[in-house]
């Protein structure tokens, strides 16, 4: 371990002393032992003042550990409601970096100087965070943009502190039980990839491309122009956006704003992000939403975004369409199709409880969610279940976008909106010239499994006639009934199977099931009758 390694994982072995949350992880075996038995022993994790303590110590320690608490703040199925709750109070700011170390960054970077570069660069930050700030640009050929970059040596610490995270987590995990249930390292993993993902700036500029793509029909929300000759991993150049926060348009009177305009085009964008397009905004707070001249809705900070693919993206459209028609069975049923629920999971008591969960948030005619996602995700916490990152990123941007949906229109109606859209995704799954239309991906597939079949027969045959190959059933095969009995279940099952990619005027299936008949009446024949 070098010197770095070993300064720094003493600083963090100090703080967690300071704060109590040594004998919380269990350093070591030894310890863990010890106390074993020790039924007196207080149980910190129940300590009220744990949620404050936990947020103060990841502030002391700094950016990796701040980015990790503001993670865990979007995991409530997690870490629980009120960790959750405190978490979100993190502050992610650091004292900004001089002009001259920005001018460094830039010139290396974009490989040129910066007078030249850029026809005017302002010295002062108009932003700054731990990982960046940025800074008001003018390019030479006269857009107004703003300029993000990277602060320097940031990758080499969080990388250092990954690791010694790492290192705890999976300590923790292995020593102290009441920790197990958290899949700590499962969290650092997740962890690893989200924060690298932050401290590339490409990703965020392949963001920017593709949901602007995405919205390029729609006149009534923008995205920052990026200018990719201005972009690196570490500095990332786009339009400066001169609009209105969405908190000074919730108290305006001014009639400039169309406040039930601007709803309805923010959760409508919200939700073809999720059902249409499947890819969408992470972390859709205030904060992140300008508003331009003619009600126009423009999203920032484009670096964290979740991603769904086809199958998913039907699947929580199926969902979202049972959720608000309340019915608990087939939420239950989706759920365990989709793997967020075990098959062994105790239903009946988890039907009670989403019977009393609907009963208390749709007991008169609403038309918000009004909190039951989180009490949803809250349901799933206490049953074990840890939710796929993705829904648990799509269901706290709903409830975010929601909120602001009904600051600017307090009679909009969310599930109204809602339904349609899912129910118009849905209906693609029933359609059969989707289903043949996703199955042309397979083709090729095809076309090379027809190709390898004589191939496979021949080699088969050779295995079988040599001895090489050996076949285990759950039937005797030494039974001359049995083989009998299959070879023809084969050929019948074969015989009337009509669906399916068609291979010589016949179904794939149906061939692939010939083949392993023919194969097993060459074993039959090779046993029984030349032996």
Known sequence: ???????????????????????????????????????NAPDLLLDDEIPVKLRLMLQELG???????????????????????????LQ???????????????????????DE??????????????????????LTTGERVAVKIQKEGITDKIDLDLRIMKYVANRADKFNSNLKKLNLPGIMDEFDRSIHKEIDYNNEFMNMQRIELNFVDNPGIHIPATYSQYCSSKVLTMEFIDGTKLNDVYVSSDEEFDKKLLAKNI???????????????G????????????????????????????????????????????DVDGLI?????????????????????????????????LNRFNGVLEELLNLMQEY????????????????????????????????????????????????????????????????????????????TIHKIENEELKLKFEVDITDKVSIIALVSALIVGSSVVSFGPMVFDMPVISLIGYIIAIILSIIGFKKFVLK
């Open 283 to 326: 972390d859709p707070h205030p904060g992140n939403i300008m508003i331009l001249e003619d009600n126009i809705v423009c999203y920032l900070d484009l670096g964290m975004m979740g991603f769904f693919d086809e199958e998913f993206k039907r699947n929580l459209s199926e969902l979202m369409i049972l959720f608000v028609d309340q």
């Open 63 to 89: 950016t990796t550990f701040i980015k990790l608490g503001q993670l865990l703040s979007t995991r409530p199925d997690i870490v629980g409601e009120k960790i959750a709750n405190e978490l979100a109070n």
């Open 1 to 39: 371990m070098d010197k770095e390694t070993k300064a720094r994982l003493g600083e963090i072995r100090d703080a967690l002393k300071k704060y109590g949350f040594d004998k919380i992880l269990g350093q070591t075996a030894k310890s863990k032992i010890r106390h074993k038995d020790d039924e």
């Open 267 to 281: 959760l409508d964008s919200y939700l073809q992000q999720l059902f249409i397009d499947g890819f969408f905004h």
């Open 333 to 365: 049923n989706q759920l365990m199709y989709m793997d967020i629920l075990d098959y062994s999971i105790e239903t009946r008591t988890l039907k009670r409880d989403l019977n009393d969960l609907f009963g208390r948030y749709f007991g008169v005619e």
């Open 92 to 114: 992610d700011d650091n004292p900004a970096i001089s002009y001259d170390q920005v001018k460094a960054i830039v010139e290396r970077e974009l490989q040129g100087n910066i």
């Open 117 to 138: 570069l850029f026809e005017d660069f302002s010295h002062e930050h108009l932003a700054t965070a731990s990982i960046g700030q940025v800074h008001e640009a003018k």
């Open 384 to 459: 074990g279940v840890i939710l796929p990152n993705e829904f648990v990123t799509m269901a706290r941007g709903l409830s975010m976008v929601e909120a602001i949906a009904q600051n600017l229109d307090p009679e909009i109606d969310v599930f109204a909106s809602i339904k349609p859209v899912a129910v118009q995704i849905a209906k693609k799954r029933m359609d059969p010239k989707e289903y043949f239309k996703g199955k042309k991906s397979n083709l090729i597939l095809y076309e090379h499994m027809i190709q390898a079949l004589p191939k496979l027969l021949t080699r």
